[in-house]
């Protein structure tokens, strides 16, 4: 099983910046595919981005593609969320899940039917 732990949500003005943060407890992170799913009050949760065990592969819904990043580093069981040129649209409460996967691939949404979540972290973009 693994646990997850977001940090790094706000408050911040449209055009910010902010970086997520998502630890994992246990030792075998890097056997999992990580990703980031967004929630607003009244919508349903939608994908953000995701990446594969090793990094090699990212992908991301077309709405923050060249705005966001995602990243992990595998020797601190953390994956980041970069998040630049912040819109109001953005508000949302935003979730890491992690997805085990038995060797390297390319993740996408539907990847993550089974993930475990964590609690998630507010964030909000003030126009």
């Known amino acids: 099983q693994v646990q997850l732990v977001e940090s790094g949500g706000g408050l911040v003005q449209a055009g910010g910046s902010l970086r997520l943060s998502c630890v994992a407890s246990?030792?075998?992170?890097?056997?999992?595919?990580m990703g980031w799913f967004r929630q607003a009050p009244g919508k349903e949760r939608e994908f953000v981005a995701a990446?594969?065990?090793?990094?090699?592969?990212?992908n991301y819904r077309d709405s923050v593609k060249g705005r966001f990043t995602i990243s992990r580093d595998n020797a601190k069981n953390t994956v980041y969320l970069q998040m630049n040129s912040l819109r109001p649209e953005d508000t949302a409460g935003y979730y890491c899940?992690?997805?085990?996967?038995?060797?390297?691939?390319?993740?996408?949404?539907?990847?993550?039917?089974?993930?475990?979540w964590g609690q998630g972290t507010q964030v909000t973009v003030s126009s």
């Open positions: 990446i594969s065990r090793s990094g090699g592969s990212t």
């Open positions: 246990g030792r075998t992170f890097s056997s999992y595919a």
């Open positions: 899940a992690a997805v085990r996967t038995y060797w390297e691939m390319s993740v996408t949404e539907e990847h993550f039917k089974d993930a475990y």
